[in-house]
């Protein structure tokens, strides 16, 4: 079964620093990765998204992630915050095929960014 | 393109009522999922529906239950109502092309409470 683990429930940076979300996975075969973000009291918008294709991927809004299999890692990154990102970040793992439509999510990362 | 809609946004019911959650997917998307998303548990996986069939099930008791209809509209019924039900419920729908995996696109969500 797949499971996926984000470390850090919540991050705080600065406007201007370095943003790093964690993702760990696990999967028994190899895995279709995500990165979502919600804003409160809406849905998921999907930032990027790892088909094994480039190991690493770049998404929407200067966010990018890199796919290591050795470290069974996903991590996200954006090298400048800004007060627009804060919001709640959400890994999820798809194994694609006949585990149709279901993703399975980490447990959140809410972003803060202080001036 | 419009996007993924919900209806009702917000919704209050009372313990032992039922209640019905519709969803109308991005046109030309034939998979519609189903998310419960609880502060507790986050984001849990309810079932997937393509081409008015259901294809895959999340661990939920037998009260939840969905369909899809021909136009790939789809609806969530929740009967006999739990405290525990008080949740944000989440739809997305993808592309599903046979082959390949194509992302999620989620709707709004509509805001459950139960008293």
């Known amino acids: 079964a797949q499971s996926v683990t984000q470390l850090g429930s919540h991050v705080s940076v600065s406007e201007g620093a370095l943003v790093l979300l964690r993702c760990n996975y696990s999967s028994s075969v190899p895995p279709y990765l995500f990165w979502y973000v919600q804003y409160p009291n809406q849905g998921l918008q999907l930032l990027l998204k790892?088909?094994?294709?480039?190991?690493l991927v770049k998404g929407i809004n200067g966010f990018e992630a890199e796919f290591k299999k050795s470290e069974t890692s996903f991590h996200l990154t954006k090298p400048s915050a800004h007060m627009s990102d804060a919001a709640e970040y959400f890994c999820a793992v798809s194994l694609g095929g006949t585990s149709y439509g279901k993703l399975t999510f980490g447990q959140g990362t809410i972003l803060t960014v202080h001036p | 393109k419009a996007g993924v809609t919900q209806t009702p946004r917000y919704l209050i019911k009372t313990r032992g009522q039922q209640v019905t959650l519709s969803c109308s997917p991005i046109s030309g998307h034939r998979s519609v999922s189903w998310y419960q998303q609880t502060p507790g548990q986050g984001l849990q996986f309810l079932f997937e529906?393509?081409?008015?069939?259901?294809?895959n099930k999340g661990n939920f008791p037998g009260r939840f239950s969905g369909r899809q209809f021909s136009n790939s509209r789809s609806e969530m019924n929740v009967s006999t109502l739990e405290l525990g039900d008080s949740a944000l419920y989440l739809c997305?729908?993808?592309?599903?092309?046979?082959?390949?995996?194509?992302?999620?696109?989620f709707g709004p969500g509509t805001r459950l409470t139960v008293l």
């Open positions: 997305a729908s993808s592309l599903a092309e046979g082959g390949v995996h194509n992302e999620q696109f």
């Open positions: 529906y393509f081409s008015e069939t259901q294809r």
């Open positions: 790892y088909t094994s294709a480039a190991t």
